[in-house]
């Protein structure tokens, strides 16, 4: 096999902590770190960066810190023509070019803690939140929205499912989320009522009409595989 090379060595000064994966859009690499930066001092680890990795053709890159985030970005997609980044305090961040390689980061702020969530190619934002659920959902363990984006950049949210762990399954250690064709397809571990074994399972939300209030289905999910985890 071929040797490992190192095409970027994080230092702290230009990040560290490297927590999402790469993205290639128009052939060169894009990505976050949780801390370094900018921000870093000797005393303080930094709040992190937005980057690009540009290969020179002869095994060398470049790269290029687009942004300073200053809020510590957790993960990447790239969807719309933006990048998005999950952000401490409920929060997305949308980052946005002007096409003359200028960047700049703006807050979304959610009314729920998603544990994952997923952008469909217009911008729409699809996710589950398991924690720190709106007061309105008292007793609902875990709630899948869409947070619809409008045209002047803004977000309108809908909550679309949600069930109770009283009387049905409760989802945990949930994986990233795909987006086929307005199906929504995950990994993650369902934990009957009132604990025990739990079930590791591939699961798929079709695509629904937006209900006029929250839907308490007892389980809202297709069920590809399941084991049991003991």
């Known amino acids: 096999?071929?040797?490992?090379?190192?095409?970027?060595?994080?230092?702290?000064?230009?990040?560290?902590?490297?927590?999402?994966?790469?993205?290639?859009?128009?052939?060169?690499?894009?990505?976050t770190t949780y801390t370094g930066g900018s921000t870093k001092t000797l005393t303080y680890t930094g709040s992190g960066t937005f980057f690009e990795l540009s290969p020179q053709g002869n095994g060398t890159y470049t790269l290029n810190t687009l942004i300073n985030t200053g809020q510590n970005p957790s993960s990447l997609s790239y969807a719309d023509g933006h990048f998005y980044v999950?952000?401490?305090?409920?929060?997305?961040?949308?980052?946005?070019?002007?096409?003359?390689?200028n960047y700049s980061?703006?807050?979304?702020?959610?009314?729920v803690l998603p544990s994952s969530y997923v952008v469909d190619p217009s911008g729409n934002i699809f996710g589950i939140a398991t924690s720190f659920l709106?007061?309105?959902?008292?007793?609902v363990s875990d709630?899948?929205?869409?947070?619809?984006?409008?045209?002047?950049?803004?977000?309108t949210t809908n909550y679309?499912?949600?069930?109770?762990?009283?009387?049905?399954?409760?989802?945990?250690?949930?994986?990233?989320?795909v987006d086929v064709d307005g199906v929504i397809y995950g990994m993650g571990e369902l934990v009957p009522p009132g604990g025990g074994n739990s079930t590791a399972i591939?699961?798929?939300?079709?695509?629904?009409?937006?209900?006029?209030?929250?839907?308490?289905?007892?389980?809202?999910?297709?069920?590809?595989?399941?084991?049991?985890?003991?």
């Open 143 to 155: 709630l899948f929205f869409e947070c619809v984006r409008n045209p002047d950049g803004t977000y």
């Open 134 to 139: 709106p007061p309105q959902f008292a007793g």
């Open 202 to 230: 591939v699961f798929a939300l079709p695509s629904v009409p937006e209900p006029a209030s929250l839907l308490l289905l007892a389980i809202p999910l297709a069920v590809c595989f399941g084991r049991k985890r003991r």
């Open 160 to 177: 679309l499912l949600g069930y109770t762990s009283t009387n049905s399954f409760h989802l945990q250690n949930l994986g990233h989320l």
């Open 86 to 101: 999950s952000l401490p305090n409920n929060q997305i961040g949308v980052i946005s070019t002007d096409g003359l390689g």
């Open 1 to 31: 096999g071929g040797a490992l090379t190192t095409p970027l060595l994080f230092n702290g000064d230009n990040g560290d902590r490297p927590l999402s994966g790469l993205i290639n859009v128009g052939g060169n690499f894009f990505g």
């Open 105 to 111: 980061l703006s807050s979304l702020s959610l009314p």
